[in-house]
């Protein structure tokens, strides 16, 4: 009879180790998808330069799926500002609960002091951070931080992306300038950029669309090399101690001032 029991309880728990190894590798090796469409519509152009008019005709879609669209993300500007997730079926929605923020007078007679205060912290934390990067291991873990961002940004960059249109900045000169550094691009925009130039008008007529995919088990890596390298670990722990050495004085001087209002306060009722 026990044997029957641990045998079952063997396979029950082989069973659900590979679901949780199923879960983990589609977690890990299933692309995270997304796609952007963008555009400004303005075919006519003007004279003078107008961002409210240019933020009118503007629209961007985002979309993100993962696992065949077992999860879907959608964002439409400015036809909803607030994304849509789904669930199979399912669109959740989150309200974030609205908070009231209390509007205190200011004392007089203070004003000079925050500023007197402010200017000091400001001053303190520019040369705790000069003390700081001085130690050649912190520029080592800044240029190793630096590198991994990079390769971040390779893994986030799409594969397929293009940009469409006509341009103009309102000045001959301003658009040479503008299509002189476009040439400057072109190894690496040949085949993504098409802009046709407007020399004399304001002119932004614009299509910009992008895909890509993002793999978790790449970010993962990143981030594990992040966490076992000596120096970053370092700088990491050096910048949390200036943090809290920062937050102490202004922590005491917080209990300060509440010890003395109740103090006041329990005078009041006596």
């Known amino acids: 009879m026990i044997f029957s029991i641990l045998s079952v309880l063997k396979e029950l728990l082989l069973v659900l180790l590979g679901i949780v190894l199923v879960l983990l590798c589609l977690i890990l090796f299933v692309p995270v998808r997304y796609e952007i469409r963008g555009e400004i519509h303005d075919p ?20 993100m799926s993962w696992l065949l669209h077992f ?3 959608r ?4 036809e909803s500002v607030e994304p849509d997730l789904r669930i199979l079926w399912f669109h959740p929605r989150f309200q974030a609960a609205s908070r009231k923020k209390k509007e205190k007078a200011p004392a007089k007679g203070k004003d000079a002091f925050r500023k007197h205060g402010i200017y000091d912290s400001i001053v ?12 050649p291991d912190t520029r080592r873990a800044v240029g190793k931080a630096a ?18 249109g006509t341009a103009g900045l309102g000045d001959p000169a301003a658009g040479a300038k503008l299509f002189e550094v476009l040439g400057i691009l072109y190894p690496w925009t040949a085949g993504h950029v098409d802009i046709q130039p407007e020399f ?7 299509r910009f669309h992008a895909k890509g995919r993002l793999y978790l088990f790449m970010v993962l890596l990143l981030l594990l090399e992040a966490l076992t390298d000596r120096d970053i670990r370092r700088l990491a722990a050096r910048t949390g101690a200036l943090r809290r050495t920062e937050k102490a004085p202004r922590e005491k001087h917080q209990n300060e001032r509440g010890a003395a209002r109740a103090a006041q306060r329990g005078e009041g009722r006596v």
């Open 75 to 78: 964002l439409d500007f400015p």
């Open 71 to 73: 999860l879907g993300l």
């Open 200 to 206: 004399m008008l304001y002119r932004f007529d614009l």
């Open 44 to 63: 006519d152009g003007s004279c003078d330069f107008e961002a409210q008019r240019l933020l009118d005709g503007s629209k961007v879609h985002l979309r």
């Open 124 to 135: 303190k934390k520019m040369k705790a951070v000069y003390r700081l990067w001085r130690r």
């Open 147 to 164: 590198g991994l961002l990079r390769r971040f940004a390779k893994l986030m960059l799409p594969r397929r992306w293009n940009v469409e």
